[in-house]
């Protein structure tokens, strides 16, 4: 299968000098003022502020500002180095990225196409903005569909005896490169020493509402015991399979009339949504991961 689509990219409709502000810190009086002030003694004007409590009583406190700043590209490291005063004050954790700056990919697949067509037709609308900046696969299917859009396609076969040496090379072609690693249906495991390189900055898709039908064949799981609603979830990889911070989900209603394959069928609609969605509210820096949980600004 081959997309015959000809690539028009949209322009950038991020202002040149707007930036992103990602804080979690426990929770207490002031934050968003001394925040708020700080900004404004800088020059920046806030224009969208989103926030959060965890637990009033003493729990946590998540907050995403954009913010226009004059000279954002040469004051940008200035103001990170005079905010981490403030940062200390509260125990903070933060990260300010500039609106502009498109974020590169790496999307792994194996043989199904569903996930990567999704992606690939919301970066080509425009939808999606992040760089591709390459396609690996354990399998050359997908190369008449990608590299006909000018993306690199990596084939890297991966078998129980050369997965470490296929890691290896998996690495070598994203390490410092990609700022995240899309899983669009990559039906490999990935091993704790390569998540380290990309904590929280790894994302799956898992054909499955989790934390219900954990691991492989979970259609299968869910045919077998009746289920009347099926899920997908995209979720951070961690160490711990198919357990790692959910970012999104989503179901559909079946029936005792559905089979295995169509319980597959309905549930590929599910997965792809679900996946462009997570990818693109990671994209645009709406993620902050607490613990084994996330609060999605969307």
């Known amino acids: 299968m081959t997309l015959n689509i000809k690539l028009v990219s949209k322009p950038n409709k991020c202002n040149e000098n ?18 708020s002030r700080f900004l404004f003694e800088h020059g920046a004007n806030i224009v969208q502020s989103d926030q959060y409590t ?10 995403r500002i954009e913010f226009d700043l004059d000279q954002l ?19 903070m954790k933060w990260s300010v990225a500039r609106a502009s700056r498109k974020k590169r990919l790496a999307i792994f697949v194996s043989k199904e196409d569903h996930c990567l067509l999704e992606l690939l037709w919301q970066w080509q609308a425009g939808d999606l903005n992040a760089d591709i900046s390459m396609v690996i696969s354990n399998h050359p299917d997908m190369r008449g569909i ?12 991966v078998t129980a005896d050369t997965k470490k040496e296929a890691e290896l090379k998996q690495l070598e072609l994203v390490d410092g490169k990609v700022d995240a690693i899309i899983l669009a249906r990559y039906m490999q495991i990935i091993s704790p020493e390569f998540i380290e390189h990309f904590p929280n900055r790894i994302i799956n898709i898992h054909h ?22 099926i899920g997908a979830t995209a979720h951070y990889v961690t160490e711990e399979l198919d357990g790692g911070p959910i970012i999104d989900q989503d179901v559909q209603r079946v029936s005792h009339r559905d089979n295995v394959e169509d319980l597959k069928r309905i549930g590929r609609h599910i997965e792809r949504i679900v996946l462009a969605r997570a ?10 991961v607490h613990q084994n949980k996330t609060v999605v600004f969307n």
């Open 18 to 35: 707007r930036a992103r502000m990602l804080i979690s810190c426990p929770d207490q009086p002031g934050i968003v003022a001394a925040v």
């Open 54 to 63: 965890m637990d009033p009583e003493g729990g946590m406190f998540f907050i």
């Open 73 to 91: 590209d040469e004051r940008l490291t200035q103001l990170q180095s005079d905010f981490a005063e403030v940062a200390a004050k509260f125990q």
């Open 146 to 157: 990608v590299e006909p859009l000018g993306i690199p396609y990596y084939h890297i076969p």
């Open 208 to 229: 499955s509402f989790l934390p219900a039908f954990v691991g492989a064949r979970p259609y299968a799981q869910a045919f077998n015991r009746g289920v009347k609603i």
């Open 279 to 288: 990818v693109s509210w990671h994209v645009e820096d709406r993620i902050i």
